[in-house]
T-cell receptor
C-alpha cells in the first residue's frame, strides 16, 4: 500500500523567504507524484506533477519540486514566497499504471505567510 | 483547466435520513470519478473509485451499502450517504479524470455534510 508523509504540519514564513516543504512516500512500484494547493475556501488545485523524465519539475506560481528516487522524496520549493501563498499544501502519490487508482494524500502542510 | 462542480456545497440533515451529493465534470468526459473524504485537519482519504457504467470500487473500511455511488454518465457521479449519522459529518470531495485529459484528476469544490 502507498503512504505519503509530509514532515511539517504548520509552517510560518515571512514574505520573500524561501520555502521547502518535505514529502516522502512509500510504494514498491513506479509512482506518479503530485503537489496540490488548497487556498482558503477554495478547492484543490494542481501545482505540479511528476510522471517521468526530468526529476526537477516546474509548476505554476513559481513552485518547483524535485523527485529524488533514492530518497523516495518529492519536496516542494519556492525561492521567494508571497502573502498570497498562504494555503494548505498536499503531496499525493498515484499508481503510474495510469489505471483506475485514486490518489494517496499526505496530511497536508498549513503554510502561513506573514506580510 | 477542467472544471468539476459539486452540489450541494453544504447540506445539513437529520440522523437517519439519506443525502445525495452530485459531482459533475462540466467540460470534459470523465471516464473515472473518485470520491474522497476529508476530516478536519487531516488529509483526504480515498473512499471509492467509479468508472462510468460499472460498479464502484470501494477502499477497505468504506461501507458500500452506506455510501452508494452511481456513475451513470460520463459527466455525472453521485454519492448517497444512506441512514446518515453524526459521525458521517465531513467534507466530501470528488475528482474526475478523463482519457483526453492525460489522466490528471480535477477536483470539485467539496460538499460539507453536517448530520444532526
Amino acid at each position: 500500500a502507498q503512504s505519503v508523509s509530509q514532515h511539517n504540519h504548520h509552517v510560518i514564513l515571512s514574505e520573500a523567504a524561501s520555502l521547502e516543504l518535505g514529502c516522502n512516500y512509500s510504494y514498491g512500484g513506479t509512482v506518479n507524484l503530485f503537489w496540490y494547493v488548497q487556498y482558503p475556501g477554495q478547492h484543490l488545485q494542481l501545482l505540479l506533477k511528476y510522471f517521468s523524465g526530468d526529476p526537477l519539475v516546474k509548476g505554476i506560481k513559481g513552485f518547483e519540486a524535485e523527485f529524488i528516487k533514492s530518497k523516495f522524496s518529492f519536496n516542494l520549493r519556492k525561492p521567494s514566497v508571497q502573502w498570497s501563498d498562504t494555503a494548505e499544501y498536499f503531496c499525493a502519490v498515484g499508481d503510474s499504471g495510469g489505471g483506475a487508482d485514486g490518489l494517496t494524500f499526505g496530511k497536508g502542510t498549513h503554510l502561513i505567510i506573514q506580510p | 483547466g477542467a472544471v468539476v462542480s459539486q452540489h450541494p456545497s453544504r447540506v445539513i440533515c437529520k440522523s437517519g435520513t439519506s443525502v445525495k451529493i452530485e459531482c459533475r465534470s462540466l467540460d470534459f468526459q470523465a471516464t473515472t470519478m473518485f470520491w474522497y473524504r476529508q476530516f478536519p485537519k487531516k488529509s483526504l482519504m480515498l473512499m471509492a473509485t467509479s468508472n462510468e457504467g460499472s460498479k464502484a470500487t470501494y477502499e477497505q473500511g468504506v461501507e458500500k451499502d452506506k455510501f452508494l455511488i452511481n456513475h451513470a454518465s460520463l459527466t455525472l457521479s453521485t454519492l448517497t450517504v444512506t441512514s446518515a449519522h453524526p459521525e458521517d459529518s465531513s467534507f466530501y470531495i470528488c475528482s474526475a479524470r478523463g482519457r483526453l485529459r492525460g489522466y490528471e484528476q480535477y477536483f470539485g469544490p467539496g460538499t460539507r455534510l453536517t448530520v444532526t
